[in-house]
């Protein structure tokens, strides 16, 4: 294991999903067994939080019936009460490699006041993270590098964050993203105060298929169900954070209102024919 002093643990947000969730920590804790993980459950009913009582490295943190976002914020809080000093945010539905962890330290060490990020084969491509440029921050996709690369956001799915990123934004905006944007708007957040995210092509992680929460959306909670893709809060929050201010997203962010609009649309169309 990678030799280090500061004190490092693994946050990782679930709910019922036994297999994926005890893959993912039967994994890490093979590497290390004294790692320290912290499972943020929201509410599992199949057995999840049972099964991890043999693993001696992880605590279990109640996150009700949080999402993602506020599952996080949880176990970041527990963390940063522990005096943790690196905090890795870390999905169970991913496959990664056995160093890992001692990738990221290293990378840590040369980019101590940083976000790390790592090289990501998504279902739908290699992603590294995105750029925004200009007065309507046109959305630059990065998927390609030959070294470690500055982006203005990546995935949530595996990030190693310093505890004083936190100290100094705060946590996950929970209120207004509880699930998506929750990862967007805090890197943002972090970029505005000097925490940029170093996405490194050489940390490889491979995501599984995202969760598709269309069957639980009806025309009633197309902008408020926590997993809707047109979650309005969640989307307004985006946008002023990322052109500083509502009023300016109105005036300069119509390519991405209209891409909203657009979306919307065609799931309005799904879900008025759905059988």
């Known amino acids: 294991m990678y030799s280090f002093e500061k004190k490092i643990c693994v946050i990782i947000p679930t709910h019922n999903r036994l297999k994926t ?10 590497i290390d067994s004294q790692l320290p993980i912290i499972i943020c459950d929201s509410n599992s009913t199949d057995g999840t939080v049972d099964s991890l009582s043999k693993f001696s490295n992880v605590t279990v943190v109640p996150a009700f019936d949080n999402w993602w976002t506020g599952a996080c914020n949880l176990g970041i809080d527990y963390a940063l009460t522990n005096k943790f000093d690196l905090l890795v945010i870390l999905n169970d539905d991913i496959d990664f490699n056995s160093n890992l962890i001692d990738l990221l330290l290293e990378k840590h060490e040369q980019y101590p006041e940083h976000i790390i990020s790592a090289y990501q084969d998504t279902p739908t491509g290699p992603f590294l993270g995105y750029n925004y440029h200009g007065l309507l921050k046109t959305q630059e996709l990065i998927s390609v590098s030959s070294s470690d690369v500055f982006v ?8 190693l964050v310093p505890s004083h990123v936190f100290y100094t934004i705060g946590l996950l905006d929970a209120v207004n993203c509880p699930h998506l944007y929750g990862d967007t708007v805090f890197q943002l957040k972090a ?16 995501q599984h298929e995202s969760t598709d929460y269309t069957s639980r959306i009806n025309l009633n909670t197309i902008f408020t169900f926590p997993g809707s893709p047109f979650h309005l809060r969640s989307f307004l929050k985006f946008g002023q954070v ?9 005036l300069f962010g119509f390519k991405y209102i209209f891409s909203y609009i657009r979306a919307l649309v065609s799931l309005f169309f799904i879900l008025v024919f759905r059988p």
């Open 242 to 250: 990322l052109f500083n201010g509502k009023i300016l997203f109105f």
């Open 21 to 30: 969730t005890l893959k993912c920590v039967t994994t890490l804790s093979s």
């Open 152 to 159: 203005d956001s990546s995935n949530g799915c595996c990030l």
């Open 191 to 206: 970029m505005k105060s000097g925490f940029k995210t170093i996405a490194i092509p050489t940390i490889l992680i491979k």
